[in-house]
């Protein structure tokens, strides 16, 4: 197979352009996001399995399904996230004691985004 030298020298000038466009690299910056890294190193992160809005109680003003501190199993349910008017209960996928919740009662959550820390 021949590879076009055209192709080439194009896809290098677009990479030095978008290169030449990132101003702020502090996002791409390891040592401010340590914080972030030590949290999931110190503990097992519970990720979002969809997009929606997290509700850490069955019903407005009542108990919470998890608390820091509390002992959990596998299979607990640690809140429910909405979407598209459907009430999706996100279990616990090991047994652990809850080290941080991550988001707030209301609160959007993007697919992937870390709900809860376990230790």
Sequence with gaps: ???????????????????????????????NNEEVLTDIEEGFSIKSPLVGTAYLAPEPGGKKFVETGKKIKKGDTLMIVEAMKT???VPSTKDGIVKKVCVDDGEPVEFGQNLVILD
């Design 1 to 31: 197979m021949e590879v076009d030298k055209k192709i080439l020298i194009k896809l290098l000038k677009v990479l030095e352009e978008l290169k030449n466009s990132i101003k702020d690299t502090s996002a791409l910056d390891v040592d």
């Design 87 to 89: 009430m999706n209960h």
